[in-house]
C-alpha cells in the first residue's frame, strides 16, 4: 500500500501546512503483529508541514486491537492510536546520518513509516488490564473473578523435598 503526499505544493511557503488521511488495513501495510490482530480498517490522519528545508510528517494511525491476555487468557479488544512524527528532506545523494529521512522527486511515501510506528508501538505483554491478577498455578481459577483459596507461595526448591515429606505424612493420618 501506498501512502502518498504530494509535496511540491506544500513546498511553496516554510510553515504551510496541508492535512491528510488515508485508509488501509493492516494487511496492506504488511503490519500484521504477531500476537495481536488489528481489526478492520487502519485510519491515518496527520499534517504535512514545510519546514523550509524539507517536511515533517505528524500525526496518528487509529485501529482496534483484538488479542489474548497473557495474564488469564481472555479476549480483549480496544482502540489504538499511535502517534508519530517524522522529518524528511529532499535527497541530495548524500545518506542521512541527522534523524531525518530522505526522498525523492515530487512525492513522499508515508507507508514504511507507518508500518514501522504501527509494528514497534504493539506492547510486550498483552494485558486485559494493568492490574490483571492472571490464573491461579495450581487449579486455573481466575483471580480477576475470585479468590480460589489455593495456597500459591513459592517454595524453595531446596527445600521441595522435605514439602513433599510434609503432604505424604498429612495425607497418612
Given at each position: ?63 482496534r486491537r483484538s ?63 494493568p492490574d490483571c ?41
Amino acid at each position: 500500500m501506498e501512502m502518498r503526499l504530494k509535496v511540491s505544493g506544500a513546498a511553496a511557503a516554510a510553515g504551510s501546512v496541508t492535512d491528510f488521511r488515508f485508509v488501509t488495513t493492516a494487511a496492506a501495510l504488511d503490519a500484521v503483529p504477531e500476537n495481536a490482530v488489528l481489526e478492520g480498517d487502519i485510519i491515518v490522519e496527520g499534517t504535512l508541514q514545510s519546514t523550509g528545508t524539507g517536511f515533517r510528517v505528524t500525526g496518528t494511525a487509529k485501529a482496534r486491537r483484538s488479542f489474548v491476555c497473557d495474564r488469564c487468557l481472555k479476549a480483549c479488544s480496544e482502540n489504538s492510536a499511535y502517534a508519530f512524527t517524522e522529518d524528511f528532506r529532499p535527497s541530495d545523494g548524500e545518506p542521512s546520518g541527522d534523524g531525518e529521512s530522505v526522498f525523492e522527486g515530487e512525492v513522499l511515501d508515508i507507508a514504511p513509516l507507518i508500518h514501522d510506528v504501527v509494528l514497534s508501538a504493539q506492547p510486550m505483554q498483552n494485558l486485559c488490564r494493568p492490574d490483571c491478577r492472571g490464573l491461579c498455578p495450581r487449579c486455573g481459577a481466575d483471580l480477576n473473578e475470585k479468590d480460589c483459596g489455593c495456597d500459591r507461595r513459592p517454595i524453595d526448591p531446596r527445600l521441595a523435598g522435605l514439602e513433599k515429606l510434609l503432604r505424604d505424612s498429612e495425607e497418612e493420618d
